[in-house]
């Protein structure tokens, strides 16, 4: 199996930044997409940002420009850079993956979840 751990969420007044970062362990063989997500009161979780294999990066245009994603050298640690946070960004953020893992029976490709991490822009 395949666990995704966020962190790095936390109260920030509008203006400032916040890193978020999302590891990703277990019997990985190779992360195929990996992405952010947000979800706040009331709404649909919405994608931020995705990365995939090949390095193909893309940003939501709401957040185009202050939000970057990048990976560690590793490939199993994602993180998501938010500059010029506003109290519209707040919400809960998610990590998503789809991953190809071993097991006893041959490798088995399947899409995961982290439990999310609180941001909140106060303004």
């Known amino acids: 199996q395949v666990h995704l751990v966020e962190s790095g969420g936390g109260l920030v007044q509008a203006g400032g930044s916040l890193r978020l970062s999302c590891a990703a362990s277990?019997?990985?063989?190779?992360?195929?997409?990996m992405a952010w997500y947000r979800q706040d009161e009331g709404n649909q979780r919405e994608p931020v940002a995705h990365?995939?294999?090949?390095?193909?990066?893309n940003v939501a245009d709401s957040v185009k420009g202050r939000f970057t994603i990048s990976r560690d050298s590793d490939g199993n640690t994602m993180y998501l850079a938010m500059n010029s946070l506003k109290p519209e960004d707040t919400a809960i953020y998610y990590c998503?993956?789809?991953?190809?893992?071993?097991?006893?029976?041959?490798?088995?490709?399947?899409?995961?979840w982290g439990q999310g991490t609180q941001v909140t822009v106060s303004s």
């Open positions: 998503n993956a789809g991953v190809t893992y071993y097991t006893d029976t041959g490798d088995v490709f399947g899409t995961f």
């Open positions: 277990g019997n990985i063989r190779r992360i195929s997409l």
């Open positions: 990365w995939s294999l090949g390095g193909s990066t």
